[in-house]
């Protein structure tokens, strides 16, 4: 559907969807039957359902898209029947005349079969039952599960630290042991792994069990790895940062490096010394010079890592490449060739870790992407007569410079002035002040008329001490409160500030007055 730019405005796009869908895949007869007899107990039909909440229904059948043969005719009659409709609103056809080539290529990738299923292969994973005792399917058609699964988790996980390739490549290893001792559970045993990543653990123990006499461990508690899986030769197999070709790397002047793969062939002995404690390799964690670009030629088994485009001197070499070809009025550019150039002068030594091996690829890919929109821009300030250069002289002229407002520096909350809502009397900052740099004396312990006024004065909101703020509004910020405390005497609970100065422990009643006990 996504190959058919067809407008969603359209009065008929959203049923033209649901009839390409129908066309394209045919659901299974079984499953269809099973479904029908339980939405007929529950008096609903399987075309409201399939309409109402397909959802639902897709879930609980199997679909196949048919060979070529039958799809081809299917699809060129709903393409004839609908792409001629006009909208009820626009009076516009649903197929335009760039709809009508897109659906002639549709119709074209359907008669090659490259849409419709292999042969006797299933995509569809039977991975339980609902509650009415309908199976319940997985499908794996389709490439949605590995960009959502698989890359961008892996994206999500530490791309966007700036993990160096070693220890991109350690990650890598562990993520795919989880990754696949979870698909293994999933699609072999129908449940959820549970418990450790370390298989070889579990294949010690099945190992001593066998010398004992004794029953071997369940393959649903070892990550789907059945007795015997790990003790296998070596594949010669590479994962992670892979190698060139040799043929490859001497075809563009690579000096290629041969080196011989680990054997990972594990035996009895072996598997059960393994330790279970996590092995960095050394210097993983630091990144010395040059000890990331020899990694990645190592792995790679040449001389000279093969990289994009990123150093300075990198730069400035493929624009005196560029202006060499221009200059000789050449049309196009023979990538092969620049590579094998460009190979060459990295293999005579000069300027190490900063000119490295580059692929034909790369050089096209820097050119279309970056230094071709340089140029342009380049071109355009040297086209505008002067005004460029002009307006970025008299912009940053040192005359248009001004004194600006001196910095702040961290400093403790002032007390700022207000009215208290509840009575009306304004709030003293010097009043607070006062009080609370005063030392304390055997009056503050009781509570005269001198000290009431004062506190008058100084009586604060009750926002200031409870969290409903919408009644009276914050109004005083201090750094002098500390912890908050609730009274125990109060019918009405108010948090109250501790002021470690005095000592004292302040209660706000129902009159909003202070009054002062000892603190203990």
């Known amino acids: 559907?996504?190959?058919?730019?067809?407008?969603?405005?359209?009065?008929?796009?959203?049923?033209?969807?649901?009839r390409l869908r129908d066309a394209l895949f045919v659901i299974d007869k079984d499953d269809r039957r099973r479904i029908e007899t339980y939405l007929q107990s529950q008096n609903i039909t399987f075309k409201y359902m399939l309409s109402k909440n397909p959802a639902w229904v897709m879930k609980r059948v199997k679909r196949i898209i048919p060979p070529p043969n039958e799809l081809y005719p299917v699809v060129e009659l709903l393409f004839q029947e609908y792409g001629r409709q006009k909208c009820s609103l626009t009076n516009r056809t649903l197929f335009d005349d760039q709809t009508w080539k897109q659906a002639e290529n549709v119709l074209n990738t359907i008669?090659?079969?490259?849409v419709s299923d292999p042969p006797g292969v299933s995509f569809y994973f039977e991975i339980g039952r609902d509650k009415n005792q309908l199976p319940l399917y997985r499908c794996t058609r389709g490439t949605n599960t590995l960009e959502g699964g698989v890359h961008m988790n892996i994206i999500r996980k530490f791309a966007s630290f700036g993990a160096a390739p070693k220890l991109t490549d350690c990650i890598l290893a562990d993520y795919r042991l989880r990754h696949n001792i979870h698909a293994s559970m999933k699609n072999r045993y129908k449940t959820r792994h549970q418990g450790h990543y370390d298989p070889w653990l579990t294949e010690s123990i099945n190992i001593l069990c066998q010398k004992y006499g004794m029953n071997t461990l369940d393959p649903r508690f070892n990550g789907g790895y059945t007795n015997?899986?790990?003790?296998?030769?070596?594949?010669?197999?590479?994962?992670?940062?892979?190698?060139?070709?040799?043929?490859?790397?001497?075809?563009?002047?690579m000096h290629h490096i041969p080196q011989q793969l680990p054997d990972t062939t594990v035996t009895v002995p072996m598997l059960i010394s393994v330790s279970t404690r996590l092995?960095?390799?050394?210097?993983i964690m630091n990144n010395p010079r040059g000890a990331l670009y020899n990694y990645l030629a190592t792995k790679q088994q040449v001389e000279k890592a093969v990289l994009p485009l990123h150093t300075q001197l990198e730069?400035?070499?493929?624009?005196?490449?560029?202006?060499?070809?221009?200059?000789?009025?050449?049309s196009s550019i023979n990538w092969n060739e620049l590579a094998c150039e460009w190979n060459n002068i990295v293999n005579t030594g000069m300027a190490p870790?900063?000119?490295?091996?580059?692929?034909?690829?790369?050089?096209?890919?820097?050119?279309?992407?970056c230094?071709?929109?340089?140029?342009?821009?380049?071109?355009?300030?040297?086209?505008?007569?002067?005004?460029?250069?002009?307006?970025?002289?008299?912009?940053?002229?040192?005359?248009?410079?001004?004194?600006?407002?001196?910095?702040?520096?961290?400093?403790?909350?002032?007390?700022?002035?207000?009215?208290?809502?509840?009575?009306?009397?304004?709030?003293?900052?010097?009043a607070i002040s006062s009080f609370l740099q005063s030392p304390p004396s055997s009056s503050s312990l009781n509570p005269t008329a001198e000290n009431t006024s004062i506190l008058s004065q100084t009586i604060v909101p009750q926002?200031?001490?409870?969290?409903?703020?919408?009644?009276?509004?914050?109004?005083?910020?201090?750094?002098?409160?500390?912890?908050?405390?609730?009274?125990?005497?109060s019918k009405k609970k108010v948090v109250i500030p501790l002021i470690p100065n005095h000592h004292l422990q302040l209660r706000i009643e129902k009159s909003y007055h202070f009054h002062h006990q000892k603190y203990s």
């Open 1 to 18: 559907m996504a190959q058919l730019k067809v407008p969603k405005k359209h009065s008929l796009a959203k049923e033209f969807a649901r």
């Open 111 to 114: 008669r090659c079969g490259y």
């Open 228 to 253: 015997g899986r790990l003790r296998l030769i070596s594949g010669q197999e590479s994962f992670g940062i892979t190698a060139i070709p040799e043929e490859i790397s001497k075809s563009l002047n």
């Open 279 to 283: 092995a960095i390799p050394t210097g």
């Open 315 to 330: 730069f400035k070499l493929f624009s005196k490449k560029l202006r060499c070809i221009h200059s000789h009025n050449q």
């Open 353 to 369: 870790y900063t000119l490295f091996y580059k692929s034909p690829e790369h050089l096209e890919s820097f050119y279309n992407s």
């Open 371 to 430: 230094w071709k929109k340089r140029n342009v821009a380049y071109n355009s300030i040297m086209n505008s007569n002067g005004v460029c250069e002009t307006m970025e002289y008299q912009l940053q002229s040192p005359d248009r410079s001004y004194e600006v407002v001196s910095a702040q520096y961290p400093a403790p909350l002032r007390i700022n002035a207000s009215i208290n809502p509840q009575n009306g009397i304004p709030v003293s900052p010097s």
């Open 463 to 489: 926002s200031l001490y409870t969290n409903n703020s919408r009644s009276s509004g914050r109004v005083i910020t201090t750094s002098t409160i500390l912890p908050r405390k609730r009274t125990r005497r």
